[in-house]
């Protein structure tokens, strides 16, 4: 069975149910300390996007635990897209008053890719890459398309 996560109709890449087990599994490890992948998160951010940096309050440990909180309850419910519904227009509209743009996601992905491998470890794996980048386009289309968030 696949599950979407919220995307309109369309070419859409959907989760299947070892991908949603592999995503909830892994962000089990990192939801037992969130300090250390929620400071990790911004440090890759900023190391691929530098111009990204003036978007952001200076308090990152605060924000780093806003977004990782935000992401444990989008992983929590990767499999009820109704209920993300909200979430995302929700999301999707404070990123666009702040001016964030469709393409701004792309080194925020990477940023959450390297941050999973890193504090993984040796529990990381192609296939825990695979279904993180496919979660990861997948809410953040659902949140662009949502919050009418501009493509660039």
């Given at each position: 069975m696949r599950h979407t996560?919220?995307?309109n109709s369309g070419a859409q890449m959907a989760l299947t149910e070892k991908q949603l087990g592999l995503i909830r599994e892994s962000f089990d490890i990192l939801r037992q300390d969130l300090s250390q992948p929620s400071q990790l998160f911004y440090e890759e951010l900023?190391?691929?996007?530098?111009h990204l940096r003036s978007l952001f309050r200076d308090d990152l440990g605060g924000q780093g635990m806003r977004f990782m909180t935000t992401l444990a309850?989008?992983?929590?419910?990767l499999h009820q897209p109704d209920v993300l519904s909200p979430r995302y227009h929700d999301?999707?509209?404070?990123h666009a008053r702040l001016g964030i743009t469709a393409e701004m996601f792309v080194p925020m992905r990477e940023a959450l890719l390297a941050t999973i491998k890193e504090t993984l470890g040796d529990r990381h794996d192609p296939e825990i890459a695979a279904a993180w980048r496919v979660a990861f386009d997948e809410m953040a289309a659902a949140m662009t398309d949502r919050g009418n968030?501009?493509?660039s």
């Open positions: 996560v919220g995307v900023f190391e691929r996007a530098p309850v989008l992983v929590d419910n999301l999707g509209t404070r968030i501009p493509k």
